[in-house]
């Protein structure tokens, strides 16, 4: 996934009680193609945030009104949240940075910050955690895990397993969203172009995914573009 791709793609929740700072930093994300953008000023108000918003990544602030980033930070970790936090520190405090990763961020920014800075802290987190296998996808009420190369109903919980190729497809196809993927550049991704593998293969690989999606749902997940093959919109990405 290209840099605009990923942040278009993403949501952020900002919990900083600095109203002039939230006002800049959304103004400057929604110019760099942020779409989901969530604000969040005090402790009382950020786990309900976190929750309702589902962001893929948080920035936090270490000074709040009502408690302190830290302890957000490690209760976040505890109830489940995995995904990517960059702690705002008020200086570059040694004892804070340490403090911070500890309680389970994944980077730190000193402020005054520039945001060139940050948006490349930014694009860097989520870059490095939309690769990982861990990550869970959600569409349509269906979770796809390529760690564990399954679709699972959430309403029902019925499981459908596919095999190697078919999660590697739809881990592209997922990651690469919102563009479509020509069928020679999954040809090459999933296949390396082995033993002069045809079109035919993987249309046969993407029929027999779309049987296993049916299943689950009526709902089509993978749509066929002029292009070649592209995702419905993704609901979340755990």
């Given at each position: 996934?290209?840099?605009?791709?990923?942040?278009?793609?993403?949501?952020?929740?900002?919990?900083?009680?600095?109203?002039?700072?939230?006002?800049?930093?959304?103004?400057?994300?929604?110019?760099?193609?942020?779409?989901?953008?969530?604000?969040?000023?005090?402790?009382?108000?950020?786990?309900?945030?976190?929750?309702?918003?589902?962001?893929?990544?948080i920035l936090l602030d270490i000074q709040l009104p009502d408690g302190n980033g830290f302890d957000?930070?490690?209760?976040?970790?505890?109830?489940?949240?995995?995904?990517?936090?960059?702690?705002?520190?008020?200086?570059?405090?040694?004892?804070?940075?340490?403090?911070?990763?500890?309680?389970?961020?994944?980077?730190?920014?000193?402020?005054?910050?520039?945001?060139?800075?940050?948006?490349?802290?930014?694009?860097?987190?989520?870059?490095?955690?939309?690769?990982?296998?861990?990550?869970?996808?959600?569409?349509?009420?269906?979770?796809?895990?390529?760690?564990?190369?399954?679709?699972?109903?959430?309403?029902?919980?019925?499981?459908?397993?596919?095999?190697?190729?078919?999660?590697?497809?739809?881990?592209?196809?997922?990651?690469?969203?919102?563009?479509?993927?020509?069928?020679?550049?999954?040809?090459?991704?999933?296949?390396?172009?082995?033993?002069?593998?045809?079109?035919?293969?993987?249309?046969?690989?993407?029929?027999?995914?779309?049987?296993?999606?049916?299943?689950?749902?009526?709902?089509?997940?993978?749509?066929?573009?002029?292009?070649?093959?592209?995702?419905?919109?993704?609901?979340?990405?755990?």
């Open positions: 996934m290209d840099a605009e791709n990923l942040l278009i793609s993403s949501r952020i929740l900002i919990i900083d009680d600095d109203d002039y700072l939230r006002k800049v930093l959304i103004s400057q994300l929604k110019h760099e193609g942020v779409r989901g953008l969530e604000e969040a000023a005090k402790t009382s108000e950020a786990f309900d945030k976190a929750d309702q918003f589902k962001p893929d990544l957000i930070c490690k209760k976040l970790r505890e109830t489940g949240f995995e995904k990517p936090i960059i702690m705002l520190t008020g200086q570059q405090d040694e004892t804070d940075i340490i403090k911070g990763l500890d309680t389970g961020a994944n980077d730190y920014i000193a402020k005054p910050m520039r945001f060139g800075e940050l948006l490349a802290r930014i694009r860097a987190q989520l870059r490095q955690y939309k690769s990982s296998d861990d990550i869970r996808f959600t569409t349509q009420d269906i979770e796809f895990q390529p760690a564990n190369k399954s679709l699972t109903a959430l309403d029902s919980q019925r499981v459908v397993v596919l095999t190697e190729k078919e999660t590697m497809i739809l881990k592209k196809l997922f990651r690469i969203w919102p563009a479509a993927t020509s069928k020679d550049v999954l040809l090459s991704e999933v296949w390396g172009y082995q033993n002069m593998v045809a079109t035919h293969t993987l249309e046969t690989h993407i029929y027999r995914l779309r049987q296993k999606i049916a299943r689950l749902t009526d709902i089509p997940i993978v749509e066929t573009t002029q292009e070649g093959y592209r995702l419905v919109k993704p609901d979340t990405q755990n």
